[in-house]
C-alpha cells in the first residue's frame, strides 16, 4: 500500500513531509516524490528510488513552503519511474494531487479527455482523475471542492486522495473510499496521513475519514463533508500510540524489535480481562452481545494473509469449545462472490489495521443482509472497528514490520478469550478445563518470554539453514495454520 503525507500549518512543511515518508517506508515502495507550495509557487519533485535518493536531489533547492503532500509508491498502473511517481500536475499546473487506490473506469475518462486537447505526462489512472477534476472545474465554472465532489461520484474504485490548488495557499483537499486517511489536529496546523505513524510526533489527536467523505483542510480549520455536500462531525479519538513504538530500540530491524516485545504485548491483551483465580474474562465489546455470539448458529471468519491463518486457529478452538459451525473466508472471495448469510450468523472480521480493503468491503456486503459483525482489530478507531455492532482490540502497540508478529498473536489472544467465554456461557465445556485453559493462557506471557531470553538455538539453526532452497512445513490439528504462517513468513 502507497503512504501520503500532508502539512498545512506555521511550520515549514518539507522536513514534516520528508520525515513522515521516511516513518512510512516500512510499507514498500518504488518511488517517491512531494509538491511545495509557496507564494503562488507550485513545485513537485518526485523520484523512482527511496525516499533518500529524492532527499539528495533536493539539497540546495529552496524547499520553503508552509503547506504541501507527499507519497511513497507503489506501482499499479504504469511502470515504476519518475514520471509515474506522484504527486501529479494538472495540465494547467494549477493543481497537484496524489492519490492511493485504482480508479477502475480510468480508461473511458481518459479517452474523452483526450478528445478535449488534454495530455498525460504519465501512465497513471491518478493523472486522469486529476485532469477530469481540474475539466469539471473549468466547465463547470465551480470550486474545487464542487469538482472534486463531482468526480468522485462518477469515478468507480478506490481513493485516498490530497489535492492542493496553486492559488490556495492554506487549504488541503482530502477524500477516501476504501484506502485510509487520518488527520491530526495540532494547534494552528493540521497534520494528513495513510496510517498514524507520521503524526504521533506532533499530537495525539487525529481524526480518522470515513469512506465517502471529502475534508477540508486548513491550518486552523477542519472540515468533513460528505459527497451530498452535508457536514460531518469529525470524531476526535486520542491515539494510544508512543513515538518510541515506530523507533527501532537498538534493534537491527523492526521485525526482530516486534518478536522480542511479544511478552508485553501479549500480557497487555489479557491485562484487565483474563481472572483465573476468579474465573472471570471481561471484554466489553463480548460482554454486550454476549446472547447473539451464544446463540449463532454459524460464525464466519474473514480475513486476509496472517490475519486468515489467525482465522483458521480460532476455527479449531469454537468449533471444539463452543460446539459452533465455523467457516473461514478469505476476505478478497468473499466479496466477489453472493454468499448465503442467515439470520444468526455472526461475521468475525480479523485484520491489525483495521482498513484491509478487501475485509472492509466484505463487511460492508455482509452487513447489508442482516449480519451480525464482530471485528477484531489493532488500531483504535479504525474503519473496521467503526463499522462493526461490536468488537475487541488486540492492544499490541504499532506494527511496522511488514511480516506479522506480535499483532499475529494478540489476534490469537483475543480469539481464544472470545472461544472461552462463548463455551463457558453456553455450557460446552466443563469448569474444570475452562479454568485450567484460562490458566494456561495467562501463563503464555511468561513462556514467551523465556523462550527469547536466550536465542542461540534460534540463531544457529537460522546459520545452518540459510542456503536452502526449499522448506516444507507440516502440521496437524492446531498446528496445520501454524504452519502456513511459517511458510509465509519464510
Known amino acids: 500500500m502507497c503512504g501520503i503525507v500532508g502539512y498545512t500549518g506555521p511550520r515549514e512543511a518539507y522536513p514534516i513531509i520528508l520525515k513522515g515518508l521516511k516513518r512510512l517506508e516500512y510499507r514498500g515502495y518504488d518511488s517517491t516524490g512531494v509538491a511545495l507550495l509557496d507564494n503562488g509557487h507550485l513545485n513537485v519533485y518526485k523520484k523512482k528510488g527511496k525516499v533518500a535518493e529524492l532527499e539528495e536531489t533536493l539539497v540546495g533547492k529552496n524547499l520553503h513552503a508552509h503547506i504541501g503532500i507527499g507519497h511513497t509508491r507503489w506501482a499499479t498502473h504504469g511502470e515504476p519511474s519518475d514520471r509515474n511517481a506522484h504527486p501529479h500536475l494538472s495540465n494547467s499546473g494549477e493543481l497537484a494531487m496524489l492519490h ?57 474504485g478506490a481513493y485516498c486522495i490530497l489535492l492542493i490548488e496553486q492559488n490556495d495557499p492554506e487549504t488541503i483537499y482530502a477524500a477516501r473510499k476504501g484506502s485510509p486517511l487520518v488527520i491530526g489536529i495540532g494547534k494552528g496546523e493540521h497534520f494528513l496521513a495513510s496510517d498514524a505513524s507520521p503524526i504521533i510526533e506532533y499530537t495525539k489527536e487525529v481524526v480518522y475519514v470515513n469512506d465517502y467523505e471529502i475534508a477540508i483542510v486548513r491550518p486552523d480549520e477542519l472540515i468533513l463533508k460528505n459527497l451530498g455536500n452535508e457536514k460531518q462531525t469529525p470524531f476526535i479519538t486520542k491515539l494510544d500510540m508512543e513515538l518510541a513504538s515506530i523507533e527501532k530500540g537498538g534493534y537491527d530491524h523492526f521485525m526482530l524489535k516486534e518478536i522480542h516485545e511479544q511478552p508485553d504485548t501479549i500480557l497487555d491483551c489479557l491485562r484487565g480481562r483474563l481472572f483465573p483465580d476468579t474465573g472471570q474474562i471481561i471484554m466489553s465489546g463480548i460482554d454486550d452481545n454476549l446472547e447473539a455470539l451464544v446463540n449463532a448458529q454459524r460464525i464466519v471468519i474473514v480475513a486476509c494473509g496472517t490475519s486468515w491463518h489467525a482465522g483458521l486457529i480460532a476455527e479449531y ?39 484491509t480493503a478487501d475485509t472492509l468491503v466484505a463487511l460492508e456486503k455482509a452487513k447489508e443482509q442482516g449480519a451480525f459483525i464482530l471485528g477484531v482489530v489493532n488500531v483504535v478507531g479504525s474503519s473496521i472497528a467503526r463499522i462493526s455492532h461490536a468488537g475487541a482490540y488486540t492492544h499490541a502497540g504499532h506494527e511496522i514490520g511488514v511480516a506479522s508478529t506480535k499483532a499475529f498473536t494478540g489476534q490469537l489472544a483475543v480469539l481464544t478469550m472470545m472461544a472461552l467465554k462463548i463455551a463457558y456461557a453456553k455450557g460446552t465445556i466443563t469448569n474444570e478445563r475452562y479454568l485450567q485453559l484460562m490458566k494456561d493462557l495467562h501463563d503464555v506471557p511468561e513462556k514467551v518470554k523465556e523462550i527469547l531470553k536466550d536465542t542461540t538455538n534460534i540463531q544457529a539453526i537460522a546459520q545452518k539453514y540459510k542456503d536452502a532452497k526449499d522448506f516444507l512445513f507440516l502440521g496437524r490439528g492446531y498446528n496445520f495454520p501454524v504452519a502456513l504462517e511459517g511458510a509465509l513468513k519464510l
Open 100 to 156: 492511493n487506490g485504482i480508479i477502475e473506469n480510468y480508461v473511458p475518462i481518459k479517452n474523452d479527455l483526450l478528445k478535449k486537447g488534454y495530455t498525460f505526462k504519465s501512465d497513471t489512472d491518478t493523472e486522469v482523475l486529476l485532469n477530469f477534476i481540474e475539466d469539471i472545474k473549468k466547465n463547470n465554472n465551480c470550486t474545487l471542492e464542487e469538482a472534486l465532489r463531482i468526480a468522485l461520484k462518477r469515478i468507480v
Open 317 to 355: 478452538m469454537i468449533e471444539e469449545l463452543c460446539r459452533i459451525p465455523v467457516e473461514v473466508e478469505y476476505a478478497s472471495e468473499f466479496r466477489y462472490r453472493n454468499p448465503i448469510i442467515n439470520k444468526g450468523d455472526v461475521i468475525v472480521a480479523i485484520s491489525q489495521s483495521g482498513e
